[in-house]
């Protein structure tokens, strides 16, 4: 009995796994707190106004329209702490040893820039679909079976993009195009993504803001941790094969290493 509480028992692992992720998603959390705050001003009143707002089409998609354009700026923080969350889970995934917090911030600031980038061109694009289905949304039912199967495909895409900045030096146009081939080659594990990450709102939707606290501790991670453990296998086919070194190789390398940092 006792050594189930040991240290390198699978329960201990599995609750200290548990823990990091929790805590990388407080950290993700951090920087969706503008965009947050940002979409709770803009798109308040449709909830507060209720059905009289919400039944009114062109004033919903004007709501939806000022949140979107103030969006764009907010959602710029988003970008690198995807990056960086998707870099520390694949770490946990495959139990790569790592300083949480020290190695989110470090991958926070490598991917900085080109994350914003493409965080704002995921914005750009999903709000001008959503903005597009709203306003065209009357047309009949073979336009909504278009928009869906537009939105899945490019959904797909879009859970790779920041995994793989995470993990692949490449340029925008770079990450994108091979965003788009990896959902293509694991169509079967994107789908499992897919549906991964609605988990949250299908939380929402049956148990309402009950279960707001475990989003706040598991939200994004925890959807995150299933996408790490489902791409992880797919990544390794395009990562640099390790060489095998003996100690003495290995140890000289280590000493290079530090006279090179000297």
């Given at each position: 009995m006792g050594r189930i509480f040991d240290l390198d028992s699978p329960l201990m692992k599995g609750l200290?796994?548990?823990?990091?992720?929790?805590?990388?998603?407080?950290?993700?959390?951090?920087?969706a707190i503008p965009l947050i705050v940002e979409l709770y001003i803009t798109l308040g009143p449709i909830f507060v106004g209720g059905v009289e707002i919400a039944s009114n089409t062109e004033l919903t998609i004007n709501y939806v329209f000022w949140a979107w354009?103030?969006?764009?700026?907010?959602?710029?923080?988003?970008?690198?702490a995807l990056t960086a969350m998707h870099f520390v889970l694949?770490?946990?995934?495959?139990d790569e040893e790592s300083y949480i917090?020290?190695?989110?911030?470090?991958?926070?600031?490598q991917n900085f820039k080109q994350s914003s980038i493409l965080m704002i061109?995921?914005?750009l694009v999903g709000g001008i679909l959503l903005l597009d289905f709203m306003i065209t949304?009357?047309?009949g039912n073979i336009f909504r079976y278009v928009f869906f199967a537009i939105a899945l495909i490019l959904y797909m895409a879009s859970l790779y993009i920041f995994p793989l900045q995470a993990k692949f030096e490449n340029t925008l146009l770079g990450t994108i195009k091979n965003a788009f081939l990896v959902s293509v080659m694991a169509l079967p594990r994107s789908v499992a993504m897919v549906l991964a990450t609605l988990?949250?709102?299908?939380?929402?939707?049956?148990?309402?803001?009950?279960?707001?606290?475990?989003?706040?501790?598991?939200?994004?991670?925890?959807?995150?941790?299933?996408?790490?453990?489902?791409?992880?296998?797919t990544f390794r086919k395009f990562e640099p094969k390790e060489e095998n070194l003996t100690e003495e190789e290995e140890l000289d390398n280590a000493i290079k290493k530090i006279d090179d940092e000297s």
């Open positions: 200290s796994k548990l823990a990091d992720v929790m805590w990388v998603n407080v950290l993700t959390i951090i920087f354009a103030f969006g764009i700026i907010c959602s710029i923080p988003m970008g690198p694949l770490k946990i995934v495959r917090t020290k190695t989110f911030f470090k991958s926070y600031k061109l995921q914005f949304s009357g047309r988990l949250p709102i299908l939380f929402l939707y049956f148990w309402d803001y009950k279960i707001v606290p475990i989003i706040i501790l598991l939200g994004i991670a925890g959807p995150g941790y299933l996408c790490a453990s489902l791409y992880s296998d």
